[in-house]
């Protein structure tokens, strides 16, 4: 087993849960507008939904991957364009952040929960996400390919869950401090697209 693409791989994660997104900027309204419970909740619903994206690449990815260096270099190369485009597709935002009250109805924690799961699990670009991200931390030969694919998401998980809790109960503080800072936002930009291109380089490079 190797344990530095393992830390590697957590390290990435972090990177990602970091970097503004849809799914963290709800978090963050929810937690601010409504309170810290409300955040948690929306972001336990979202990591449950990244059971089902793991599952399906794991069940069919891994029979893809299993003796087939070609098939995985298909994949690797497809991981790291979308990678790439995600990047471009960054450059070409504003980098402006939208942190408005309004539009953010109160729920109970229990549709909340169940709306963050459905929202991650209805999202086709969170599959595309994983298929990209994944297979380039491959981190045991002894190990079973979905085996390994399960762990890297449980990985992902535990980690997006303690990333995004954190922004759900210092929500008040941190939108105050984004409110105050305008250019924080064009920073985020930059953030968003280093992190994006350092994985797609990462993936691109990276053996079986």
Known sequence: ???????????????????PGPDNV?????????GKKYGLATTAGLMSGCL??????ALGVSAVIKGNDQLFFAIKLFGALYLFYLAFRVFQSSG?????????????LIQLFKQGFIM???????????????????????????IQFYILGLIFILVSFSVFGIIAILAGSISSYLLKNSNIGIALKWLQILVFVGIGLYVLLSDK
Request: aromatic letters at 14%; charged letters at 10%; hydrophobic letters at 55%.
């Open 1 to 19: 087993m190797d344990y530095e693409v393992l830390l590697a791989f957590a390290g990435a994660t972090v990177a990602l849960a970091i970097s």
């Open 26 to 34: 709800y978090v963050l309204m929810q937690g601010m507008v409504h």
């Open 52 to 57: 089902v994206h793991t599952s399906l690449l």
């Open 96 to 108: 402006s952040l939208e942190l408005t009250e309004g539009g953010v109805p109160k729920k109970s």
């Open 120 to 146: 991650n699990v209805l999202n086709p670009k969170v599959t595309i996400f994983f298929l990209a991200f994944f297979p380039a931390f491959l981190f045991s030969e002894e190990w079973g390919t979905a």
